[in-house]
């Protein structure tokens, strides 16, 4: 484990970055087992509150993805 971390974190930033999202999109793609604390619960809603009533203001991940892109 320890030389294939060695191994990743020596990658080009923008290689980095697309092992993250591949680790990140399985575990999303998981079934959600987490224990959520009461905390966690209330922030959640509290920000899909937000969400629902338009208050966040949010960005598509393609324009999120396209900012990081563009800082590399």
Known sequence: MKNSLKKILNLPKSDRILIVEAIWESI????????????????LNRRESLS?????????????????????
Do not use: F, Y
């Not at 793609?29 to 619960?41: I, M």
């Not at 203001?57 to 900012?67: A, C, D, G, I, M």
């Open 28 to 43: 999303a793609n998981e079934p959600d087992d987490v224990e959520w604390t009461e905390e966690v619960k209330k922030e």
């Open 52 to 72: 629902t009533s338009g208050k966040m203001k949010s960005s598509s991940w393609k324009e999120v993805k396209k900012r990081i892109l563009a800082k590399l």
